[in-house]
């Protein structure tokens, strides 16, 4: 008689808890929903709200609008006792699609193509475009950048290196500072070659490290090219 007893109570808990999961599946629907609308509704405004601005005055941000011709950054490097140097001062993440003038060769930050470059370990035997390689940088990546003067075998143990690590790419870029040259989202170091223990540090710091603005965004599915 308790054994019964028991099994009712047990399979009516297990009936209770099923609907509280559902009610709660529904209720994450139910929210998921509502903000979709809410984002549809505020965007249309938004866009409703510009057209009208810039009907009554005839201005445009081109920032936003994706006609800027600079950076939006202001600032300076400051060079660490370990080489590396960061960007002091602001960094932009607007979406644009037009060229960037950048005031650092490579660009560590700043206004950037909406698309990223693929960066999941992918090496390039052409230039890439800046504007898509600092998108890459936003999502985490490390950048590795060589001129014509860089040894081939650094070239190739740097490529090596890049093929076999998530969150980085490697490219030719000949106007820069030295032959070798580590880029990450704010920070930049120049090296003397593959063996340089930098490197490493680099790498080690910078992938998917503090400095991420999208930590864990995705860096495939971009541009390849």
């Avoid at 009554?56 to 939006?72: F, I, L, N, T, V």
Wanted: aromatic residues 6%; contains cysteine.
């Amino acid at each position: 008689m308790g054994s019964g007893k028991n099994s009712s109570t047990a399979a009516r808990k297990a009936r209770i808890e099923e609907m509280r999961r559902a009610d709660r599946v529904r209720e994450r629907r139910n929210r998921v929903l509502s903000i979709a609308a809410s984002v549809v509704v505020v965007a249309g405004l938004a866009v409703g709200g510009v057209v009208l601005v810039n009907k009554q005055s005839g201005d445009k941000d081109p920032a936003a609008s994706g006609d800027a011709k600079g950076s939006g950054d202001s600032g300076h490097f400051t060079t660490g006792k370990d080489g590396v140097r960061t960007w002091s001062g602001k960094l932009s993440r607007t979406h644009v699609t037009t060229k960037v003038s950048y005031p650092m060769h490579p660009p560590v930050g700043g206004n950037h193509n909406p698309v990223w470059l693929n960066c999941n370990g992918d090496v390039y035997s052409k230039p890439v475009q800046d504007e898509n390689a600092v998108h890459a940088l936003e999502h985490g990546a490390v950048w590795v950048t060589y001129t014509g003067k860089a040894p081939k075998a650094d070239v190739d143990a740097l490529a090596a290196k890049v093929k076999k690590t998530p969150y980085s790419l490697m490219s030719p870029y000949e106007n820069q500072g030295a032959p070798l040259v580590l880029s990450a989202w704010g920070h930049q170091v120049a090296v003397k070659s593959a063996s340089d223990p930098e490197v490493d540090r680099f790498f080690s710091t910078y992938v998917q490290g503090r400095q991420t603005p999208e930590p864990g965004a995705s860096c495939t599915g971009g541009v390849m090219k």
